[in-house]
Each structure stands twice: as structure tokens, then as C-alpha cells.
């Protein structure tokens, strides 16, 4: 309540402020400079500023970081300082026409797709959920060209940031500086929010009395349009030259006749005899009645092969790109990738390690002791075993894969897959939750004390009715 307070108590000092300084500037002959320089001192400029203190302590957060987050927090504060420009210019004019609203606009976009252009070309980046966050959040500055609900589009913008931020978290969470770094990001777009949400509740605030955007930028840019000049009288064209003797040439007279409608006209009117000048197609034209026509007119045995064997010829598709092999510890996250026909893989994990399986074919990967996480992204035929989880086991666009937990798991996350078994032990893991979206035959074995298990599958088919005043979904019973 007292920081309502002080917020309301901030902006009715700065209206204040702003009244008295235009007062001033009428009275001493200024009124025009007072006006150009009125943006200065706007309520919704200066409010402004909370967010710019917001951006100043997260650029701060990021300068022991790694530098590709330095360079793409810079570029959000490049980001912010072209938003303050754009309210500037909304201070001292009135909406402008959808060809002008895009020139004022221009600036702001340019350095908003300058980050998003960063993200795409640093994809190797180790801090590549940092870029995304950053990324994937900025759009939300767009508000400024949504109305009447701007709040509602920053909202989504700003959400999809945290599947990003909570990624990195997890992967840098033991690294000093990441965590502030991402509490910070999200302390940035909430004040962003609040500064939305208290000053352009239903879209940009325009200066209903201002005059034209297009010369407000020019003014916010520090310098003044300029006047276009008058443009010169026209001189008098010169006389072109005379042609040289006998080069002017008489149009020649058409020896064609001029089209006469009327016979056009005469000749439809023929009835009958309008056909007698059409040749006669005689009997040995005639394929039904001429034989040797239809002898000329079959394909060959050897015609068919030439072109089969024409198209077998054809640039035959480029072979897939093979990768090298590669299983080793980056940091504290396994990394093992294009594995195949390989049997013996193992790996002695540790509590703060994850790992992350990616297209591997025909192969066994055992992980010892306790792990942190799992990802198993595009691999075939895989089989996985696992002593113990902390955090969650992920299987993505996978087919035909077989997972064995020996002690517990809390979650399974299968996406996107076809095939997929897992082995739980009665006694220990059955208390681990499966989630599963968009995947077919998946089946989990529970494996008794004595080695025997017992399969259940996971429904793949739902029924979804309209009972109560809403639709109900229901596990769809296959009869038969």
C-alpha cells in the first residue's frame, strides 16, 4: 500500500513540475522552446525511468558473465533507450496516420531484430537459454502498437521467456552470478509491466493537441526537419534540331482492306452450307477403319525401358551426413550423441551431473549411481538403464526404446514418441509420475521381486462429450 502511495505521490510532484515549467516559459516569451523540449519532462518519461534503474542493475548482473549474455543484455538496454525515445515522441504528438506510425516506429523494430538476430547466430552458445529468454521476451516492447489490452500481449510475450530462464537455471545453477542474472531478467519485464499497467493501461498515450509524430521524432533526435525548398521554375526546353534531309519518313498506307463486319455476319448466316469449304476425312484416316494407323500409333517394349532407365539415372538423393561419435563431460552435463551399435556404453554419474542422449541407434547406455537428470532426444532402438534420478527423465522424438529404472525415478516426460517401455521395480518405483503427449505404444512393465512383471499400457485414444454446460474428456472403451 505505502509503495501505491508513493508512486501516485511521485507522479502528481512531476505533473506539477511540468505545469510550472511551462507557466514559466509562457510568461518570459519561451512558450515555444518550452513545448520543444516539453518531452523532457512528460509524466510518462519520467516514469520511466523505474525501468531504466531496472535495466541499469541488470546490465550490472551481467558484466562477470560470460560474454555472449553481456552483449545481448546491452542489446536489450539498446532496446530500452529506443522505447524512451518512442514516448518521448508520443508526449508532444498526436497519433499518427499507419504509414507515419511505422517511419516512428522504425527504430524501435531495428533494434529489436537485431537481438532476436543475435540469438539465431550464436545457436553453439553453452548460454544459448540465456539468448532464448532474452529472446523470446522482447517482443513484449511491442505493446506500444497494441490496443486496447496491451497488458494481455505482454503477458504471453513475457511468459514465453520462462520455459528458457528455467533451463538455464537448472544448468547453471551452481555457476555464481547465472541465478541473479535470470532473477534480475524477471524483475526487469515486471517493472516494464507495471510502468505498462500504470501509465498505458489501454495503449500508448498519445498528445491528443501535439502536431505531427514525423517532426516530433526529428525534434527527439535533436535536430528539426527541414523545410523542403521551393522548387525552381522550369527552364524553357531548348528547340530540338531539325531533322537531317530525307530522314522523315511517311507513314506507309496499309494494303490490307479494312475488316468489313458485314461479311463476317454473311457468312454465319450461310445455315448449312457454312461447312462445304471442310475437308472430307476419308476412310483411311480413320484408325477404327485404317489398321495400320493403330499399328504406328503403339508403344514399344524397348521405348518403356529407355524410359525407366532414363529416370533410374536421375541424381539419385545425397547420401545423410554422418557425425563422429562423441560421449564426454562438458561442465556437469554428459553430452553422449551419435552412438550406434554400441553395447557397452556406461557412465559413472554424480548428483549434480545430467545427461543428454542424442540420436544414438542400436546401442546400451548404462548410467551408475545417482544422476541429476536425463534427455534422450531423437535416438532408435536405445536402451537405457538408470540406477536414480533427483529431477526428471525426458524421452523426445524417439522410436522403439526401452528405459530400466532400478531404484526410482519422480518423472518420465515422454513427447513425441513411438515405441517406448519402461521397467519399474514394485517395490521402489512406483512412485514416479509418466507424462505423455503426442506418443503411441507405450507400455510399463512393473517387475516383481522375482524378476516376473506384469505390462500396462498407456491409453492413446480419448472421448471428449458435452455434459454440464462443458465438454468432459473420457478414456475412449475399444469394444470388440
Not at 516383481?448 to 498407456?458: I, K, L, P, W
Amino acid at each position: 500500500m505505502s509503495d501505491d502511495l508513493a508512486r501516485v505521490v511521485a507522479r502528481l510532484e512531476s505533473v506539477a513540475s511540468r505545469l510550472e515549467k511551462v507557466e514559466a516559459g509562457r510568461s518570459s516569451g519561451g512558450g515555444a522552446a518550452a513545448a520543444a523540449d516539453d518531452f523532457n519532462d512528460h509524466p510518462n518519461v519520467l516514469e520511466y525511468g523505474k525501468v531504466e534503474s531496472s535495466m541499469a542493475e541488470l546490465v550490472k548482473l551481467a558484466q562477470n558473465l560470460p560474454k555472449d549474455v553481456t552483449d545481448i543484455t546491452n542489446l536489450l538496454k539498446d532496446v530500452v533507450a529506443a522505447q524512451k525515445n518512442l514516448l518521448k515522441i508520443s508526449a508532444i504528438a498526436k497519433m499518427p496516420p499507419p504509414q507515419d506510425l511505422q517511419k516512428v516506429t522504425k527504430s524501435l523494430n531495428d533494434v529489436i531484430q537485431k537481438l532476436t538476430s543475435f540469438r539465431e547466430s550464436h545457436r553453439a552458445s553453452k548460454e544459448f537459454n540465456h539468448l532464448s529468454a532474452i529472446s523470446e521476451a522482447v517482443p513484449a516492447f511491442g505493446w506500444v502498437c497494441v490496443a486496447p489490452r496491451p497488458l494481455d500481449y505482454m503477458t504471453d510475450m513475457i511468459g514465453a521467456a520462462d520455459f528458457y530462464l528455467n533451463r538455464a537455471l537448472k544448468d547453471f545453477k551452481e555457476v555464481p552470478g547465472h541465478k541473479e542474472w535470470i532473477q534480475g531478467v524477471r524483475k526487469f519485464f515486471k517493472s516494464l509491466k507495471d510502468y505498462v499497467s500504470d501509465n498505458h493501461a489501454r495503449g500508448l498515450n498519445w498528445n491528443g493537441n501535439g502536431g505531427s509524430a514525423v517532426e516530433a521524432m526529428a525534434k527527439v533526435s535533436g535536430g528539426a526537419p527541414a523545410a523542403p525548398a521551393a522548387p525552381a521554375a522550369p527552364a524553357a526546353p531548348a528547340a530540338p534540331p531539325p531533322p537531317p534531309p530525307g530522314s522523315v519518313v511517311a507513314p506507309a498506307a496499309s494494303s490490307a482492306p479494312a475488316p468489313n463486319p458485314n461479311a463476317l455476319f454473311a457468312q454465319l448466316n450461310q445455315g448449312a452450307a457454312v461447312t462445304k469449304g471442310l475437308r472430307k476425312v476419308t476412310d483411311d484416316m480413320k484408325t477404327h477403319k485404317n489398321p495400320s494407323l493403330r499399328e504406328s500409333s503403339v508403344v514399344k517394349a524397348d521405348d518403356l525401358q529407355k524410359n525407366k532407365n532414363a529416370a533410374k539415372s536421375t541424381k539419385a538423393p545425397a547420401a545423410a551426413k554422418t557425425f563422429p561419435p562423441k560421449m564426454k563431460l562438458d561442465g556437469k552435463k554428459w553430452e553422449v550423441e551419435h552412438q550406434a551399435n554400441r553395447q557397452d556404453l556406461a557412465i559413472n554419474a554424480e548428483a549434480t551431473q545430467s545427461c543428454y542422449v542424442f540420436k544414438c541407434n542400436n546401442s546400451v547406455l548404462t548410467i551408475n549411481n545417482k544422476a541429476n537428470s536425463v534427455t534422450l532426444d531423437g535416438c532408435k532402438r536405445m536402451s537405457l538403464v538408470v540406477d536414480s534420478l533427483i529431477a526428471s527423465m525426458d524421452i523426445v522424438n524417439c522410436q522403439s526404446v526401452k528405459i530400466q529404472v532400478n531404484d526410482k525415478v519422480p518423472t518420465i516426460n515422454i513427447d513425441k514418441t513411438d515405441g517406448c517401455q519402461v521397467f519399474v521395480h514394485k517395490k521402489s518405483g512406483l512412485d514416479c509420475e509418466f507424462v505423455t503427449a503426442k506418443s503411441s505404444e507405450v507400455n510399463i512393465c512393473v517387475v516383481e521381486e522375482n524378476g516376473e512383471y506384469s505390462e500396462s499400457f498407456v491409453a492413446e485414444q480419448f472421448k471428449t462429450t458435452w455434459k454440464d454446460g462443458k465438454f468432459v474428456t473420457e478414456l475412449a472403451e475399444i469394444v470388440g
